[in-house]
């Protein structure tokens, strides 16, 4: 069943969580940027983290990536099979960081940090500004993603990089997923320039690209339409709908573009001053109170424009509706 269409007891965020956040609360000095909360990421959705400017998302991300530590509360990524509550008790009660049995496993990331986060959880970010290595040729940047396997391929020594057969196999590997990840932004004849001197939604989609040739298994995406025209955001909604059905990785994204987040999302959770104010799929969402209530509390003049956008379904139209960009009333 299409979780969209689903209730909430049957969805997949219920069902079958990746991502489950329990009690999680980030405070820096007095400030409770986080207070408190709980949501799921089902595996094979896409998951919209919105809310107005300051409500915590990016803490969120940063919690769940391992650049910060939280307060308090649990933070449970899984790979493959359902884990029992037993086992799941058994490792927060170990203090160890995962527990893993081939293609299953169970990872709690507020005890890891961010390299194991990406390179043993399989969780992989792209951040609000791009951070792309400007000054290498846009098939590098790829390359550079894929370092970890090469490492490991190499045995962390000097005679892998100088020709270990299994070495070599690892990189051919990687250059022919670059290729493969580039031909499927449509970047292959940019291959050899400089990331930088990409168009600005080219990079956008280079940086996921990035991403996903660390294989991960949840990719965050903290506001991949951010400055994009509606051309460049229809390309994106198009990536991401791919990167769900054709690699079957789930997304959590943290977007202000309401045209992207209803078009995309297959769930959607609502936080205002750190706390979660709704949770269900686009429609619900869109129509709960409290959401309206929370973006008309963003600045007067904005009304209008809200009310449209969250009503929205023309690309088009709705490309540059951007919620949430305005102080606090
Ligand atoms: N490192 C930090 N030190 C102190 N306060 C912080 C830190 N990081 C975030 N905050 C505060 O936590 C609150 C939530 O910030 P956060 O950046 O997570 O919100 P956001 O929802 O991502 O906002 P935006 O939509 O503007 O990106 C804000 O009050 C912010 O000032």
């Avoid at 965020?13 to 089902?42: K, Y």
């Avoid at 709704?278 to 709960?288: E, I, T």
């Avoid at 309206?292 to 424009?305: F, N, Q, S």
Wanted: proline letters at 4%.
């Amino acid at each position: 069943m299409n979780p969209t269409h689903a209730p909430a007891s049957h969805a997949r965020w219920t069902e079958d969580p990746v991502l489950t956040v329990e009690h999680l609360t980030m405070r820096f000095g007095g400030l409770t940027a986080i207070d408190d909360l709980s949501f799921s990421v089902g595996r094979g959705d896409i998951t919209a983290l919105i809310g107005p400017n300051g409500a915590g998302k990016t803490t969120v991300f940063n919690c769940v990536t391992g650049f910060y530590k939280p307060t308090e509360g649990r933070i449970l990524l899984r790979r493959g099979a359902k884990p029992s509550d037993a086992a799941i008790a058994e490792l927060t009660r170990s203090g160890r960081q995962y527990d893993r049995d081939g293609e299953n496993g169970i990872y709690l990331l507020e005890r890891m940090n961010d390299f194991r986060i990406t390179a043993i959880a399989g969780v992989a970010r792209t951040f609000q500004n791009i951070r792309l290595f400007g000054g290498m040729t846009v098939l590098e940047n790829l390359l550079v993603a894929q370092h970890n396997h090469l490492m490991r391929a190499s045995g962390y020594t000097i005679g892998g990089l100088i020709g270990l057969p299994g070495w070599r196999r690892e990189a051919e590997r990687a250059k022919d997923k670059a290729i493969a990840w580039l031909e499927r932004i449509d970047l292959i004849d940019r291959a050899d320039d400089p990331a930088a001197d990409l168009a600005y939604g080219d990079q956008r989609r280079l940086e996921i690209a990035r991403a996903m040739c660390t294989d991960p298994r949840l990719l965050c995406l903290d506001e991949p339409a951010a400055g994009l025209n509606p051309r460049e955001s229809s390309e994106l909604n198009d990536l991401l709908r791919s990167i769900r059905d054709r690699d079957g990785v789930s997304v959590l994204l943290i977007e202000h573009d309401m045209g992207v987040v209803m078009q995309i999302s297959d769930h959607i959770v609502v936080l205002d001053y750190g706390k979660k104010i709704a949770d269900g799929a686009a429609a619900a969402v869109r129509d709960d109170p409290k959401v309206i209530a929370a973006y008309l509390g963003v600045d007067d003049e904005e009304v209008d424009e809200v009310e449209e956008a969250l009503h929205q379904n023309d690309p088009q139209g709705s490309a540059n509706a951007q919620l949430g960009e305005g102080d606090r009333a």
